[in-house]
């Protein structure tokens, strides 16, 4: 399957684009007279949708992923040979921009940065190709740690990857021609599982450094129970980590690879 095709596939995770073609099934069986049939498939789409889209399910489901990866105080950190930032904190360039614009998880690159600030590895690979010929996102990511004070000298970039799996695939060739087996990996806490297991098959010892945390400390001002697409988003980012767990089990990229 193409990355493209796949990537289409996977709108049918996210609860908009779910209830959305639950809704025009819906309203095609009202059309042709299946009033029953109509009635649940709207009642289907709408439920999904707003459950999907309160505090208290979002924060559920974001749980799941994110409560074996807890932030972590600097000063515990201990030091390593490398720091591996995974990509997906860019969205790409805006109009007569120099550098790309950072997204919802922008915290990727900070964190990383604070890390080799602060001494925990003299190394920084950097991670993400681009479909179409674009610039690599390994390329608009180190663009912007320049700026934040990394060194070009001590970056590696990995620019041809554009899932988790080839991320893992083809950095781990690039640490084992400098004798590293064990790294700190930087990305989302809810991103986190499926990074570690995939990088662990194929032979790179991981140490979590998560960030990007999903779920807010303290109580809002809008009550839990009500919609709102912040909550949408979050669900959304859990929904689709949790499928592509099953995907790479599935698929058997969990699995140890052959060294």
Same mark, same amino acid.
């Given at each position: 399957?193409?990355?493209?095709?796949?990537?289409?596939? /996977?709108? !049918?995770?996210?609860?908009?684009?779910?209830? @959305? *073609?639950l809704c025009a099934i819906g309203l095609?069986?009202?059309?042709?007279?299946?009033?029953r049939g109509a009635a649940w498939t709207l009642g289907v789409a709408l439920g999904w949708l707003y459950l999907c889209s /309160?505090? !208290?399910?979002?924060?559920?489901?974001?749980? @799941? *992923?994110?409560?074996d990866y807890g932030a972590k105080a600097m000063s515990t950190v201990q030091p390593e040979a490398a720091i591996v930032l995974l990509g997906g904190g860019t969205r790409g360039y805006a109009h007569?921009? /120099?550098?790309?614009?950072?997204?919802?998880h922008g915290d990727? *690159?900070?964190?990383?940065?604070?890390l080799y600030k602060a001494g925990k590895a003299p190394l920084l690979v950097?991670?993400?190709?681009?479909?179409?010929?674009?610039?690599?996102?390994?390329?608009?990511?180190?663009?912007?740690l320049r700026v934040m004070g990394v060194p070009p000298g001590d970056m590696v970039l990995?620019?041809?990857?554009?899932?988790?799996?080839?991320?893992?695939?083809?950095?781990?060739?690039?640490?084992?021609?400098?004798g590293i087996g064990r790294v700190l990996l930087v990305t989302s806490a809810f991103h986190m599982p499926r990074a570690v297991a995939v990088?662990?098959?194929?032979?790179?010892?991981?140490?979590p450094a998560p960030t990007d945390f999903k779920r807010l400390v303290g109580e809002g001002i809008i009550p839990r129970w009500l919609p709102g697409a912040g909550n949408l988003s979050r669900a959304s980012f859990a929904l689709h980590e949790m499928a592509g767990l099953l995907v790479y089990r599935w698929r058997g990229w969990l699995d140890p690879a052959p060294q």
């Open positions: 399957m193409s990355l493209a095709a796949s990537k289409l596939l /996977t709108l !049918l995770i996210y609860p908009l684009s779910l209830s @959305l *073609l095609s069986l009202l059309l042709w007279g299946r009033r /309160t505090a !208290l399910f979002a924060d559920f489901l974001i749980g @799941l *992923l994110e409560r007569m921009a /120099t550098l790309a614009d950072l997204n919802q990727r *690159l900070v964190h990383a940065t604070a950097v991670t993400g190709g681009a479909p179409r010929g674009g610039k690599p996102e390994a390329r608009q990511m180190a663009d912007i990995e620019q041809a990857s554009l899932t988790t799996y080839e991320n893992a695939l083809y950095v781990a060739p690039l640490l084992r021609e400098r990088f662990e098959a194929q032979g790179v010892e991981v140490v």
